[in-house]
């Protein structure tokens, strides 16, 4: 007798869901492509902050760093020490 009084309760809503389950579907859909969309505009829009940020660390250059840079050849300066055979250029002179 249980079962025939479960199934009997449950026999409109289930009714109900066998014959909109289309139209469910589609509103379950639509109400979460809504959400998402206004949870991303507010994403997007919200305000950006510095304390957000990390702060970065100071540079320090040695000695070493500064004599290495300095070492560096200026690409103003011609460098025509390469030997080349004859009819060819060097692709990355100036």
Known sequence: MKNGSANNHLRPIIRLLDRYNLVIIIIIVAVGLVGSIYILTNIINRPYTSDQTTNSSATTFDQAIIS??????????????KNLPSGRIDPFSE
């Open 68 to 81: 290495s840079l300095s070492n560096l050849e200026v690409s103003s300066k011609n460098s025509n020490h």
